[in-house]
């Protein structure tokens, strides 16, 4: 009878295992989603009229495509070779050029109803050719040729991606030059195809001869000859004409039926003294005025100007130099007449939009607008204009909140930006309308604050906020009279783009972020230990600033700081609509602020230090209570501290033997264990008997807590820190909560603190609910937990007995959260780097432990609690802690049993960056720096993913109907085959539970 129950008790256990696991994957999945910002190191532009789709290639071998708002591709050479240069086709196809002499073709194809970008064929050059130095396309042959640094012309069919036996060598182009002329003429420098004659083109070589060639009859029809550098050729569209730029910043206008001379001597627009080098120039026919409008890059007097980096926009009398912060990569024109398909029939170009593109950024200038004004981009947004310090998330913004400050950021922006329709509208987004509204939040090194729309894949600036104004600095003012003397001076500079790499004073920097969108609150703490607390206004007003000094150290008698001043404060400031502080807490020492907490409904702040912590009551402006974390030894101050414990030479190779000896253990118990017969077997993790699996998430959590039989892991020795380590008083985590502390029947307001150290402060609050301005907040000690192992404390969470966290603040008042369960046995989650545990409140007895340094070598970098909804089933939700790791991996536990649900490898273990800065969202994605223009998204949560959904719609003529390339892709190429994946998408492919 017994074997039989046991045997009934076996197969439900593994039907249990089974609907558990079904549920797992209803939940969770990784999945890298989109990338947020300006491509990294980008190298090559282009872009394609026919299609309306602008092309960005990058150094690290990055492909992306960008067309109407949404609609994005992207894709990755294999080899990650430098983007040289991108060459569009229309319809369905473009070729890259990369460093290695190597083309490649893309295709954009069609699947599942949505575009992709693939790589059909790559096509790798022989040793007859050296290093390609100019190209022309030649869209309506289907043609490539490629001019090499030897002097010779190579063509490549775009149809069989071959390389044609045409060639047109440099000693075949001099048979017909005169004597004086023939002298080796150097590498191509400037191909350009004949406006009305598609078989002729130009071709200019380094030491000023020019070659009109017929590609018909192979023979060259006219030599011109000047003798200066040439940089570059520009056609004019009647084909009469074109122009010249050389190596010492003039320009020459030559007419096609005078070979002996330029119409004119070469003009040098910024001489007479020595310039630069004019690098490339276009010259296109506009409908206003009959003049030309033309535009290079470079040219800049070497002496006073030649470290800016410019292109110039020369129209008639109008002239105006954009002056960038960056080099200029490229740049190119938008006509209409290209978009319309009228190129031969409109006796105009009409250029409509400049494109810049530089090293740190991409600009769009608005060419039909009386003053050229910049576009406000929708997507390639310079996230980076100042170096990213911080981050924080916000879900789901109230739509009051969001309406105040997109119109608070159309006042600041909507002088200095076009008012024209958006320029690029290539391809159709069929992602959903966005019905919640998300917002990432940056803080920059020179002080500013910056708010982006992050709700759908493009991310766009909504607000920005400048902390320099709050504090009394000259060097604002100077900025503000600098650019008021660059409109008179000459050249005409105008300074364009948002990429600013330098800052004003190193203290400005932003270091911790929090946002309570429901009260319009926002708390920003520096590095010089200013701590401001803003409230969001309509209207504009001028305030007279105080600041509340809070000592941290006022026990240290014989301490003595070392670091960096406090930042002085104005006394009076004009402040626009938007954020406007409320209070100015400065931290005494200055340190960099380590830790940030805000109660909006009690009115409370807290900061921290590497000194200390302070509670403050920012509306009655005082200070409730300070606590000085340094060891009562340590009398010298901390400057710019560091988060790293130090750790000698003899600790780490015996850890590092450790771990090699543990590594070797578990991989011999992963292979399987003996059973009574001798055979291996492999070790399962096995579930006790549970009745159902209910769509309510305390059943689940019921379900969860039950027990696992597993084998004990083996566990490594985890030495103790030294408890006088001056980096442990850093606080890492504070954290306000209403819970039972001291009681098990009545909760009070609470306020939690965790060291570095693994020391962990807890205090009583009495808060008077009426009569604030009589009665003064309390704060008093109550109880300390002192972690084994000294390790720093990542995060403190308290739980309700539905092991739910505890909803911020005015949450439930606004109906965005369900009222906690008040009624007893809550439960408080403490973190630190190398173990969870679950106390029991208020006792404090431990109620479940997971040891990842000791098990696994890992440590704990972030944690975050997440709200998983099935993808299957709307109504199903259930609350699980998500820690990331120092190697990039994502673990999810269940709560409050801290059972492990799954593991991905999500971020690259060497990016320490990466790690670092990484956020989680509260539905599952997450947020990190992949470099420092660019913000990586991927998800964890089954239901929630954001990623590009768009259609390019093309017709079956021209390349596009080569089903011969297309045919010879082997079937691993496929998009969705694991080859085309990203490392870290084939990595966290098997998921561990």
Same mark, same amino acid.
């Given at each position: !009878?017994?074997?039989?129950?046991?045997?009934?008790?076996?197969?439900?256990?593994?039907?249990?295992?089974?609907?558990?696991?079904?549920?797992? =994957?209803?939940?969770?999945?990784?999945?890298?989603?989109?990338?947020?910002?300006?491509?990294?190191?980008?190298?090559?532009?282009?872009?394609?009229?026919?299609?309306?789709?602008?092309?960005?290639?990058?150094?690290?071998?990055?492909?992306?495509?960008?067309?109407?708002?949404?609609?994005?591709?992207?894709?990755?050479?294999?080899?990650?070779?430098?983007?040289?240069?991108?060459?569009?086709?229309?319809? @369905?196809?473009?070729?890259?050029?990369?460093?290695?002499?190597?083309?490649?073709?893309?295709?954009?194809?069609?699947?599942?109803?949505? @575009?992709?970008?693939?790589?059909?064929?790559?096509?790798?050059?022989?040793?007859?050719?050296?290093?390609?130095?100019?190209?022309?396309?030649?869209?309506?042959?289907?043609?490539?040729?490629?001019? #090499?640094?030897?002097?010779?012309?190579?063509?490549?069919?775009?149809?069989?991606?071959?390389?044609?036996?045409?060639?047109?060598?440099?000693?075949?182009?001099?048979?017909?030059?005169?004597?004086?002329?023939?002298?080796?003429?150097?590498?191509?420098?400037?191909?350009?195809?004949?406006?009305?004659?598609?078989?002729? /083109?130009?071709? *200019?070589?380094?030491?000023?001869?020019?070659?009109? &060639?017929?590609?018909?009859?192979? =023979?060259?029809?006219?030599?011109?000859?000047?003798?200066?550098?040439?940089?570059?050729?520009?056609?004019?569209?009647?084909?009469?004409?074109?122009?010249?730029?050389?190596?010492?910043?003039?320009?020459?206008?030559?007419? !096609?039926?005078? /070979?002996?001379?330029?119409?004119?001597?070469?003009?040098?627009?910024?001489?007479?003294?020595?310039?630069?080098?004019?690098?490339?120039?276009?010259?296109?026919?506009?409908?206003?005025?009959?003049?030309?409008?033309?535009?290079?890059?470079?040219?800049?007097?070497?002496?006073?100007?030649?470290?800016?980096?410019?292109?110039?926009?020369?129209?008639?009398?109008?002239?105006?130099?954009?002056?960038?912060?960056?080099?200029?990569?490229?740049?190119? #024109?938008?006509?209409?007449?290209?978009?319309?398909?009228?190129?031969?029939?409109?006796?105009?170009?009409?250029?409509?939009?400049?494109?810049?593109?530089?090293?740190?950024?991409?600009?769009?200038?608005?060419?039909?607008?009386?003053?050229?004004?910049?576009?406000?981009?929708?997507?390639?947004?310079?996230?980076?204009?100042?170096?990213?310090?911080?981050?924080?998330?916000?879900?789901?913004?109230?739509?009051? !909140? &969001?309406?105040?400050?997109?119109?608070?950021?159309?006042?600041?922006?909507?002088?200095?930006?076009?008012?024209?329709? &958006?320029?690029?509208? *290539?391809?159709?987004?069929?992602? %959903?309308?966005?019905?919640?509204?998300?917002?990432?939040?940056? *803080?920059?090194?020179?002080?500013?604050?910056?708010?982006?729309?992050?709700?759908?894949?493009?991310?766009?600036?909504?607000?920005?906020?400048?902390?320099?104004?709050?504090?009394?600095?000259?060097?604002?003012?100077?900025?503000?009279?600098?650019?008021?003397?660059?409109?008179?001076?000459?050249? %005409?500079?105008?300074?364009?783009?948002?990429?600013?790499?330098?800052?004003?004073?190193?203290?400005?920097?932003?270091?911790?972020?929090?946002?309570?969108?429901?009260?319009?609150?926002?708390?920003?703490?520096?590095?010089?230990?200013?701590?401001?607390?803003?409230?969001?206004?309509?209207?504009?007003?001028?305030?007279?600033?105080?600041?509340?000094?809070?000592?941290?150290?006022?026990?240290?008698?014989?301490?003595?700081?070392?670091?960096?001043?406090?930042?002085?404060?104005?006394?009076?400031? =004009?402040?626009?609509?938007?954020?406007?502080?409320?209070?100015?807490?400065?931290?005494?020492?200055?340190?960099?602020?380590?830790?940030?907490?805000? +109660?909006?409904?009690?009115?409370?702040?807290?900061?921290?230090?590497?000194?200390?912590?302070?509670?403050?009551?920012?509306?009655?402006?005082?200070?409730?209570?300070?606590?000085?974390?340094?060891?009562?030894?340590?009398? #010298?101050?901390?400057?710019?501290?560091?988060?790293?414990?130090?750790?000698?030479?003899?600790?780490?190779?015996?850890?590092?033997?450790?771990?090699?000896?543990?590594?070797?253990?578990?991989?011999?118990?992963?292979?399987?264990?003996?059973?009574?017969?001798?055979?291996?077997?492999?070790?399962?993790?096995?579930? =006790?008997?549970?009745?159902?699996?209910?769509?309510?998430?305390?059943?689940?959590?019921?379900?969860?807590?039950?027990?696992?039989?597993?084998?004990?892991?083996?566990?490594?020795?985890?030495?103790?820190?030294?408890?006088?380590?001056?980096?442990?008083?850093?606080?890492?985590?504070?954290?306000?909560?209403?819970?039972?502390?001291?009681?098990?029947?009545?909760?009070?307001?609470?306020? &939690?603190?965790?060291?570095?150290?693994? +020391?962990?402060?807890?205090?009583?609050?009495?808060?008077?609910?009426?009569?604030?301005?009589?009665?003064?907040?309390?704060?008093?000690?109550?109880?300390?937990?002192?972690?084994? +192992?000294?390790?720093?404390?990542?995060?403190?969470?308290?739980?309700?007995?539905?092991? !739910?966290?505890?909803?911020?603040?005015?949450?439930?008042?606004?109906?965005?959260?369900?009222?906690?369960?008040?009624?007893?046995?809550?439960?408080?989650?403490?973190?630190?780097?190398?173990?969870?545990?679950?106390?029991?409140?208020?006792?404090?007895?431990?109620?479940?432990?997971?040891?990842?340094?000791?098990?696994?070598?890992?440590?704990?970098?972030?944690?975050?609690?997440?709200?998983?909804?099935?993808?299957?089933?709307?109504?199903?939700?259930?609350?699980?802690?998500?820690?990331?790791?120092?190697?990039?991996?994502?673990?999810?536990?269940?709560?409050?049993?801290?059972?492990?649900?799954?593991?991905?490898?999500?971020?690259?273990?060497?990016?320490?960056?990466?790690?670092?800065?990484?956020?989680?969202?509260?539905?599952?994605?997450?947020?990190?720096?992949?470099?420092?223009?660019?913000?990586?998204?991927?998800?964890?949560?089954?239901?929630?993913?954001?990623?590009?959904?768009?259609?390019?719609?093309?017709?079956?003529?021209?390349?596009?109907?080569?089903?011969?390339?297309?045919?010879?892709?082997?079937?691993?190429?496929?998009?969705?085959?694991?080859?085309?994946?990203?490392?870290?998408?084939?990595?966290?492919?098997?998921?561990?539970?």
């Amino acid at each position: !009878m017994e074997s039989m129950l046991r045997k009934l008790g076996l197969k439900k256990e593994h039907r249990d295992m089974e609907m558990r696991q079904r549920l797992q =994957k209803q939940l969770f999945g990784f999945k890298l989603c989109v990338e947020h910002g300006f491509p990294n190191k980008a190298s090559a532009v282009a872009y394609d009229p026919e299609l309306g789709l602008l092309c960005i290639g990058t150094k690290t071998g990055a492909l992306k495509i960008f067309g109407a708002p949404g609609v994005q591709l992207s894709a990755q050479h294999e080899e990650n070779f430098a983007v040289l240069n991108i060459f569009c086709f229309g319809q @369905s196809h473009l070729v890259t050029l990369c460093t290695d002499n190597s083309l490649h073709l893309w295709e954009i194809a069609t699947q599942d109803g949505m @575009s992709v970008l693939q790589e059909t064929q790559s096509l790798p050059f022989e040793n007859r050719i050296n290093n390609i130095s100019a190209s022309c396309s030649l869209v309506k042959t289907e043609e490539l040729l490629l001019g #090499t640094e030897h002097g010779h012309i190579y063509s490549v069919n775009l149809r069989t991606f071959k390389f044609l036996d045409q060639v047109i060598y440099q000693e075949t182009v001099m048979q017909n030059a005169p004597e004086t002329c023939r002298v080796n003429p150097g590498a191509v420098e400037s191909v350009v195809l004949h406006p009305t004659q598609p078989e002729k /083109i130009l071709i *200019g070589y380094n030491r000023g001869l020019i070659a009109f &060639w017929n590609m018909r009859q192979n =023979k060259t029809e006219q030599i011109y000859n000047i003798s200066l550098q040439l940089e570059c050729i520009a056609m004019h569209r009647n084909g009469k004409e074109f122009m010249t730029a050389h190596g010492n910043g003039s320009y020459a206008v030559w007419s !096609m039926a005078d /070979i002996q001379k330029p119409k004119s001597a070469p003009t040098s627009p910024y001489g007479p003294f020595p310039c630069k080098a004019i690098h490339k120039l276009q010259w296109k026919t506009t409908k206003s005025g009959g003049h030309t409008l033309m535009v290079f890059s470079g040219g800049m007097p070497r002496a006073s100007h030649g470290d800016h980096h410019t292109v110039t926009v020369m129209h008639g009398t109008k002239h105006v130099v954009y002056d960038f912060t960056s080099k200029v990569v490229d740049f190119f #024109t938008i006509c209409s007449t290209e978009e319309l398909h009228a190129h031969s029939k409109s006796e105009y170009d009409d250029p409509h939009t400049l494109v810049v593109l530089v090293e740190e950024e991409i600009v769009f200038i608005d060419l039909h607008s009386e003053n050229w004004p910049v576009f406000r981009a929708p997507y390639l947004a310079t996230v980076h204009s100042s170096a990213i310090t911080c981050s924080a998330h916000v879900a789901n913004v109230p739509k009051t !909140m &969001w309406t105040k400050l997109f119109e608070a950021g159309n006042q600041q922006m909507g002088l200095t930006y076009s008012s024209e329709e &958006w320029p690029i509208q *290539g391809g159709v987004s069929l992602r %959903p309308d966005v019905t919640v509204q998300d917002m990432l939040i940056t *803080g920059h090194e020179d002080g500013s604050v910056r708010f982006w729309d992050v709700s759908s894949t493009d991310i766009s600036l909504i607000y920005k906020l400048a902390t320099v104004n709050i504090f009394n600095l000259s060097t604002a003012n100077d900025e503000v009279d600098n650019n008021a003397d660059m409109e008179d001076e000459w050249p %005409p500079f105008r300074k364009v783009g948002t990429y600013d790499p330098f800052s004003d004073d190193p203290r400005l920097a932003i270091q911790k972020i929090i946002m309570c969108p429901l009260s319009e609150m926002l708390i920003i703490g520096g590095t010089a230990g200013q701590i401001i607390i803003l409230q969001f206004e309509r209207e504009g007003r001028e305030l007279d600033l105080h600041r509340v000094d809070a000592n941290l150290i006022c026990d240290r008698d014989n301490f003595i700081w070392k670091g960096h001043d406090a930042l002085p404060l104005k006394r009076e400031t =004009k402040f626009q609509p938007g954020f406007q502080p409320v209070c100015i807490v400065q931290l005494n020492p200055p340190a960099t602020c380590t830790a940030l907490a805000l +109660h909006s409904e009690w009115q409370l702040l807290s900061a921290g230090t590497a000194h200390g912590f302070t509670v403050i009551d920012y509306v009655k402006r005082y200070v409730v209570q300070t606590k000085c974390t340094l060891n009562i030894n340590d009398v #010298t101050g901390i400057g710019e501290s560091t988060m790293s414990r130090r750790k000698s030479f003899k600790k780490s190779l015996r850890e590092s033997f450790r771990r090699m000896q543990s590594g070797r253990s578990q991989r011999r118990r992963r292979l399987g264990s003996k059973s009574d017969d001798g055979k291996m077997r492999p070790v399962i993790a096995q579930r =006790k008997v549970v009745r159902e699996l209910s769509t309510t998430s305390s059943q689940h959590r019921n379900m969860d807590s039950i027990d696992h039989e597993v084998s004990k892991p083996v566990e490594r020795q985890v030495e103790a820190r030294s408890s006088e380590d001056s980096a442990g008083s850093i606080v890492r985590s504070l954290y306000f909560a209403d819970t039972f502390l001291t009681s098990a029947q009545t909760p009070s307001p609470t306020f &939690w603190a965790g060291t570095n150290g693994g +020391h962990i402060f807890i205090y009583q609050l009495s808060i008077p609910s009426t009569g604030r301005d009589i009665t003064s907040v309390q704060c008093n000690i109550a109880k300390e937990i002192r972690l084994k +192992h000294h390790a720093p404390v990542v995060s403190i969470c308290v739980i309700d007995r539905n092991a !739910m966290p505890l909803p911020a603040s005015f949450e439930v008042q606004h109906e965005r959260a369900k009222s906690p369960d008040m009624s007893g046995n809550h439960s408080v989650i403490i973190c630190s780097e190398e173990q969870l545990k679950v106390f029991s409140l208020p006792s404090l007895g431990v109620r479940e432990k997971v040891k990842l340094t000791a098990v696994e070598g890992t440590k704990v970098r972030k944690v975050s609690y997440v709200n998983f909804r099935s993808r299957a089933d709307e109504s199903y939700m259930e609350c699980d802690l998500v820690a990331l790791t120092n190697q990039g991996e994502v673990h999810v536990y269940s709560v409050p049993s801290l059972r492990r649900q799954m593991k991905y490898e999500c971020i690259k273990r060497d990016d320490g960056i990466g790690i670092g800065s990484c956020i989680f969202t509260q539905n599952g994605e997450a947020f990190y720096l992949s470099s420092s223009s660019e913000f990586s998204r991927f998800s964890i949560s089954a239901r929630n993913i954001t990623t590009p959904m768009c259609l390019i719609q093309m017709s079956n003529e021209g390349i596009s109907a080569n089903e011969s390339v297309v045919s010879k892709r082997s079937p691993g190429n496929s998009p969705n085959s694991s080859a085309n994946r990203s490392p870290l998408e084939r990595m966290a492919m098997t998921p561990v539970s």
